[in-house]
């Protein structure tokens, strides 16, 4: 009996510490690792051998694929590094550069003539700029390293670039033996260059098939090795603090909740820099900087409780018999930067049944079949995809009118505010639900004397019932 009591003790100690595991499991933050709203979401480097021009070269074609739903790509750009493994060099690139040349003092001291492109052992590549001459281009190139995501704008979620790679002379100047025969060798060590995004080993994939020129389409070829590289970002490792926050408001309840705080940061702790509202900004700010380095630059914000970037604003603005309204606010208080092609992804019940959008576009995320629940917006060319640094025009806004569905809608409980909001892939924080706006006490809305009234009906109602 004894025994068997310390069993059913152990079990159950046990199954309570794998419930407590699930728990803690499930609640740390999702944007750090896995993102369930893209699971399949990835940036994809093909790799492909195309050809041997002769003994010491081959022609390669590297594609860079942008799988993810939401999450894209923005200046500066891709920089992808890879480190080769014997003693390659790059002769010749189209439709992209390497930063720098590295020395190639061996190939002029053997009188080899013209020296390669790149003669570096981790050569770091960068896409070339939109205009760029068209001998200088090759097919999808020439973005700036600027990827967009999957649904936002299909055909630009593509970069590829195209090199003839020999090897480097590995022997003393002047000696008449030959370079090293070069073999089919992946190169290690791949990054994209782009905080947040780690990137795995290279995997060898069936070759990529691409029609004959010369076969008048009829005719396929294939590369002579195709490899793949996956590349998953990870927002606790592109930054430490968010970038966003969420502040909620309806119609039904006067009280507007803000960002909760210290959201982004605090002022005046870990050397945060702000402007206070209604200051003018130094002069060194008026004088906006580039995109690119905007883009690397840490956040110059307006002061606040929050200290973030960018606030997203939820108010239910109003109900209708059979539809209620929402508006949403985008609001840039970030004086360095102007976010383009920017995107915003909601998560709440009822975005099943949006009836109409008026500012925003919009396509629905439905990741597990028929569950609806996810939407993302974004701007409308030429007329609110970007959204300029902080000041009056610096923000973006929408309304979204929703139909009420049978059984589920209720403006109780904060069931109209959403689950999850994110900005450019990033999440944003949301306020705790326990000060969610909520609907008001009828009881402690009615007037004093309206009580009076409603008592003494009761009396005279009770008293004639006797």
Not at 16 to 31: D, K, N
Not at 270 to 290: F, Q
Request: glycine fraction near 8%.
């Amino acid at each position: 009996m004894g025994g068997g009591g310390g069993d059913v003790v152990c079990n159950i100690f046990t199954f309570t510490l794998s419930l407590m595991m699930i728990i803690f499991l499930s609640s740390i933050s999702l944007s750090y690792a896995y993102d369930p709203l893209d699971p399949y979401g990835t940036v994809t480097i093909t790799w492909d051998f195309l050809t041997q021009s002769d003994t010491d070269t081959y022609d390669i074609k590297v594609s860079i694929f942008n799988l993810q739903q939401y999450r894209h790509v923005e200046l500066p750009g891709w920089r992808l590094k890879w480190t080769w493994n014997k003693s390659e060099v790059i002769w010749d690139m189209r439709g992209a550069e390497a930063v720098e040349q590295g020395d190639c003092s061996a190939f002029k001291g053997s009188g080899a003539g013209d020296l390669p492109h790149c003669c570096l052992k981790r050569p770091v590549i960068t896409d070339l700029l939109p205009g760029t001459p068209y001998n200088m281009q090759y097919k999808n190139c020439c973005k700036g390293g600027v990827l967009s995501s999957m649904n936002q704008d299909p055909s630009k979620y593509l970069s590829s670039f195209g090199m003839s790679i020999g090897n480097f002379h590995a022997n003393p100047a002047g000696s008449n033996k030959s370079f090293d025969k070069l073999n089919l060798t992946m190169p290690t060590d791949f990054s994209l260059g782009i905080p947040g995004y780690s990137c795995g080993d290279a995997f060898l994939v069936p070759p990529t098939r691409y029609s004959d020129e010369k076969g008048q389409g009829r005719r396929w070829k294939q590369t002579l090795e195709t490899w793949n590289i996956t590349c998953t970002y990870s927002q606790f490792q592109a930054s430490r603090a968010p970038k966003c926050c969420v502040s909620l408001s309806a119609f039904y309840n006067t009280t507007i909740v803000g960002c909760p705080r210290c959201s982004c940061g605090c002022q005046r702790l870990g050397g945060a820099k702000c402007i206070e509202s209604g200051d003018k900004p130094p002069p060194s700010v008026l004088k906006l900087p580039t995109e690119q380095q905007a883009a690397i630059s840490p956040p110059l914000v307006t002061c606040s409780q929050h200290m973030c970037p960018i606030r997203v604003h939820w108010h239910v603005k109003q109900s209708y018999k059979e539809y209620w309204r929402v508006k949403i606010t985008i609001t840039n208080l970030n004086f360095l930067k102007n976010y383009s092609d920017w995107n915003l992804v909601v998560q709440h019940p009822n975005l099943k049944s949006v009836r109409q959008l008026f500012s925003f576009n919009y396509h629905p995320l439905t990741t597990y079949g028929n569950i609806n629940d996810t939407g993302m917006f974004w701007g409308i060319k030429f007329y609110n995809d970007m959204i300029l640094t902080s000041g009056n025009q610096g923000n973006a806004q929408s309304e979204m009118l929703l139909h009420k569905d049978e059984g589920i809608f209720t403006f109780r409980e904060g069931w109209a505010f959403p689950r999850r909001i994110s900005f450019n892939g990033d999440d944003c924080v949301m306020p705790p639900p326990d000060d969610y706006p909520t609907l008001p006490n009828i009881a402690a809305t009615l007037k004093p004397y309206m009580l009076l009234v409603s008592f003494m009906f009761l009396a005279v109602a009770s008293l004639a019932l006797f």
